[in-house]
């Protein structure tokens, strides 16, 4: 890390105004490399308290690593870029990456391609078990749609690594899923390049979710007018955050941008930090199984997340003024405004959709005692019916959860009776991975292949992910039923009076 760290000081990255500062290391001013097991691993802390707004990583357009900045110093990978323009942006940079990763001690980026992580947990690289533990059959079709993304991207490229003389490992769909991987997961947004770049130092900063920050105090004003500039995507994905369906106003994010003036990449506060907090970065607004699917984790607390659930086919064409997408259930388990609405609307006799009940159903109010209870009680017994047909409960998946981190601790011994309680998947899991003869042998410490760990870690991020989509039906039954209790006692109250 100091070697890679003093490299990138030469190339003028800084976290400090003043970049002549130390040519040791282009950090130490405001920020450093530290772990943060909780939360993303490997980032970068605070070293003093940062202002919101603040400048605080600072990297030149020569140290950025994409298809231009790569294609400069080779004339061979020039001209064959040239020759495959007709491939998207992001599949030439997945070649220029590779490339360039088989230049070895050669590439100018050697000193940056050696911390690159090894693996990743995107979608796109899941395999069949991993994918199977999903449950949801949403979620398995985007991940299916992932995969064949991929390959289909992979053999697309392939006459362009041919071209190249690539050895046959850098061709190989495994090194492809880590090249696109890699851009996907750690690429910042340019003007000049869809595929966007990949930003030493910089793609160190792990993820804060937009509208997370917004409790956060304050910095002074000037602080954020001085140095802040406006409306910066940080990613390749969309990063202004949508104004929220209920009417909260779009927040305009301030993380950091390619700044023309600078002709460098400028990274700012996005809120105040306290000294040896963690420094984060928005990528954009993502749910849990977009986060998945584009940067390989998620978060427990994501007030992104959506659940969709499967609905009724007369009530999508119904709720043609809502797009499909709108039709979802919050993480903390409130169905969405257009969900309620298009409910209100479908659960009213066609008789009675005169003009002023649309009104009503329109401005999202509620239409009649009746109806509300009808919508309440739908929505109830659909998440109920959803939970029941999914083949593990909550409980269950707690357990596996529980069972995933035992089998995942280095020194693992289990006894044969702890074996011998575990359920069908994590049996499944054993069996496939050669494990359950070994595991339960009395005593005996049991190793585990990386392949293996490898596997379940993208297994456990399943596991984890299905639970939060259960969590969230149940509180929506809960927030149903309490919406219920609510109404009856209006009901009956009327009823009385
Ligand atoms: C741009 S990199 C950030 C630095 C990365 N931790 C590293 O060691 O290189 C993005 C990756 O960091 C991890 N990450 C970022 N934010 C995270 C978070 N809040 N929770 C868990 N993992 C996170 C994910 O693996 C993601 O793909």
């Not at 069949?128 to 059959?137: I, S, Y």
């Not at 209920?246 to 930090?273: H, K, M, Q």
């Not at 907090?277 to 584009?294: D, R």
């Not at 149903?480 to 009956?492: G, P, Q, V």
Request: hydrophobic share 35%; net charge negative; charged share 25%.
């Amino acid at each position: 890390m100091e070697t890679f760290l003093r490299w990138a000081a030469e190339l003028g990255v800084s976290d400090s105004i003043d970049s002549s500062q130390s040519r040791d290391s282009c950090l130490g001013h405001s920020l450093s490399v530290a772990d943060f097991p909780l939360a993303g691993g490997r980032g970068l802390g605070a070293v003093r308290e940062l202002r919101k707004g603040e400048l605080v990583l600072k990297v030149p357009r020569n140290a950025l690593m994409n298809t231009e900045s790569i294609v400069a110093n080779d004339e061979k990978l020039r001209n064959a870029v040239n020759l495959h323009r007709s491939l998207s942006s992001t599949q030439i940079l997945s070649v220029c990456l590779l490339y360039e990763m088989s230049k070895g001690k050669k590439s100018l980026w050697y000193q940056y391609l050696v911390h690159l992580p090894r693996d990743y947990d995107l979608l796109s690289t899941f395999g069949e078990f991993e994918k199977k533990a999903l449950q949801v059959e949403d979620a398995v079709w985007v991940t299916e749609k992932a995969i064949a993304k991929s390959q289909s991207e992979w053999k697309e490229a392939g006459a362009f690594m041919k071209e190249l003389d690539l050895k046959p490992k850098f061709q190989s769909l495994q090194a492809w899923l880590w090249a696109s991987a890699t851009i996907s997961s750690r690429t910042l947004h340019i003007p000049w390049d869809s595929a966007g770049c990949l930003c030493p130092v910089a793609d160190l900063f792990n993820y804060d979710a937009p509208g997370d920050d917004l409790n956060t105090s304050e910095g002074p004003e000037n602080a954020m007018q001085t140095s802040s500039p406006q409306a910066i995507s940080t990613t390749n994905h969309e990063c202004l955050s949508n104004a929220d369906e209920e009417g909260l106003v779009s927040e305009r994010l301030t993380d950091g941008g390619f700044d023309e003036d600078a002709n460098a990449y400028c990274l700012y506060a996005r809120r105040n930090y306290q000294l040896g907090e963690q420094v984060l970065l928005c990528y954009g607004t993502y749910t849990n199984l977009e986060l998945l699917e584009h940067y390989g984790f998620m978060l427990e607390e994501n007030s992104n997340d959506k659940v969709f659930i499967p609905l009724e086919t007369s009530l999508y064409s119904l709720a043609s003024s809502w797009p499909k997408d709108s039709l979802y259930i919050h993480q903390d388990g409130k169905p969405s405004f257009a969900l309620v609405s298009t409910l209100r609307h479908w659960l009213i006799p066609q008789s009675q959709r005169d003009k002023s009940v649309m009104r009503l159903v329109y401005a999202g109010s509620q239409i009649s005692v009746k109806n509300e209870i009808l919508v309440m009680k739908w929505m109830s017994e659909k998440c109920g019916s959803v939970l029941r047909d999914l083949p593990t409960s909550v409980i269950e998946d707690t357990v596996i959860l529980h069972n995933i981190d035992k089998l995942q601790d280095p020194g693992l011994r289990l006894e044969k009776e702890e074996r011998e309680a575990f359920g069908s998947e994590v049996r499944a899991f054993l069996n496939a991975n050669h494990l359950w003869d070994d595991i339960g042998l009395s005593g005996k410490a049991v190793e585990i292949s990386r392949k293996t760990n490898r596997m379940m870690c993208k297994w456990r991020l399943s596991v984890q992910w299905r639970l939060r989509y259960k969590r969230t039906l149940a509180d929506c039954i809960s927030y149903c039923n309490e919406k219920l209790n609510h109404l009856s006692a209006t009901n009956n109250g009327i009823r009385y009076l």
